[in-house]
């Protein structure tokens, strides 16, 4: 490609509002554009370091057998009315009209048309196992942070189902496949964390996420320095102290004047805040009889601990939770401020599981300037959920070594559910083993996002002049300048010979042809962060030599204009072998 026939040019000033290094040059040497808030368009040279991650994953995945297909995100109201049996939530779901006014979802995933297709395709063991593989634009809520394809809300995503007979052979399936995805990550260059789940609520389910630690990053983990244990904050559990189990004591109102918070009430009465019972009010976004609903939910946890609102909206299925208004809160009978899960009736109540083991708990009277004393779970109320949806403190001891933990900030770069026969009993989606038995499908998934590989990439591989691709990503392998000359046209005349050489010999070249100064050129060059710059001058060819400069190395060599492919060649070759001895075989 011509820079000068190329679709958009480099800019000189820094976009106003993009906030990180990589965020910037990608914006700036023309790769993408912000076009809305968090939605950008991949210009021709971000798309192809798009299609080189693409190219990747398929030659990656068919290698593993993989087989690539093409399920729509776009779905009816009766297909959410059969899947919504299923536990799985899409939080990225999106509510959409055709023009007759049908109302239409576009997901984030092709799970809901998941079950259809494994009834009608497998019947038998034979055709086990499988991997089958997508990739698809989707649009994602959320991502309110501005750190450039990072936080974009329109992703392409990989998503892979993988498909097995029984657990030994899925297992063998989800480690291979974790190992492909951390080479694909690596072959791309971006620093991961491979961090590992596991839920038990609302169904069992573990696996891997993949993380990208990053200062401006929306998730946040704890870390151990000394062992180097490191979770999810949103699904990390340590181990709780019960109060000391006594005798229970009849239920009892008292008076409690201007005691609204947990800090007050506990002063009033002087107790510890951990015997004292708080209850927290949020709204959430949920499926129910095939209708997106907002249900105050109760939550109650003690006093001295904070409600974790993604356990919350995860035990109970919520697509978005958020804290309740006090109209909400009075709209189902209870009194902000003096809440109780005692006597109330109509709400969703999800009990903390520390609560049961804490006797005689100071709660809500559900009237203003009242509370209860002795309140017992069990006896005086009782939980719809009882789960585990406390935030585990930040100084909270690793559960591993017991030294304190700290917090890390990083992107969720993309996640592997361990397989497992959910869908299967759930659906129906069973083969005939064997022997003629019906055995449930042992079904994992997958997923990558490519715009947060490459957000990732460039935010970790720039200097002050620009971007520094590695080979894997690049858009072009060679950046190839020519510089003008003023009395002759040798310069010219070499380097277009030289660009339909290198093009013959299949290296993708980035040819500056344009008639601009040194400066401009070698500014852009460095911006663009292509690996290797050719430059044609008037005086290294007077001395039959150019010059070659590897983006991220500080010397020049001369090479002699014979020698040009050979070495443009034998460089490329030795880049990508330096990506390839980091793989896991
Ligand atoms: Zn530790």
Redesign the pocket.
Known sequence: MRMSQLFNQTLREFPADATTPGNQFLQRAGYVREVASNVYVLNPLGNRSLQKIKNMIRQELNSLNGQEVNIPSLFSEEILAKRSVHSFVDVDMLDVSDSLSHQMYLSSTAHHYLADLLQQSIRSHRQLPRLLYQIQPRTLNGRQNRTGLLSARSVTRLETFFLDKDQTSATQHYQRLIQTFENILKCCTLPVSTVKFDYKQPKPQSGSEFFFLHPQGDTTLLY?E????LVNKASASVEKQPNKSEPLASLEKIHTPNTKTIEDLAKFLDIPASRTAKAVFMTATMIENCEKTEKVIMAIVRGDMDLNESKLARVINALAIRPSTNSEIQSIGAVPGFASPVGLKVALIVVDDLIPNSPNLVAGANETDFHFKHANYGRDFQANILADITEVETDAA??????L?SVQSAFLVGKITSPDTLLASETGCNFQDESGELKPIFLGSAWLDLERILGGVAETRNDDYGLIWPISLTPYQVHLVVLPAKNTDQPQVFAENLYQELQRARIEVLFDDRKESPGVKFNDADLLGIPLRITVAEKSLSQGQVEFKIRDEKEKTNVPMEDVLPQSMHTLLRLEREIAQSLVK
């Open positions: 151990c000394s062992c180097g244990y690793c559960p591993h070594c017991n030294q933990l």
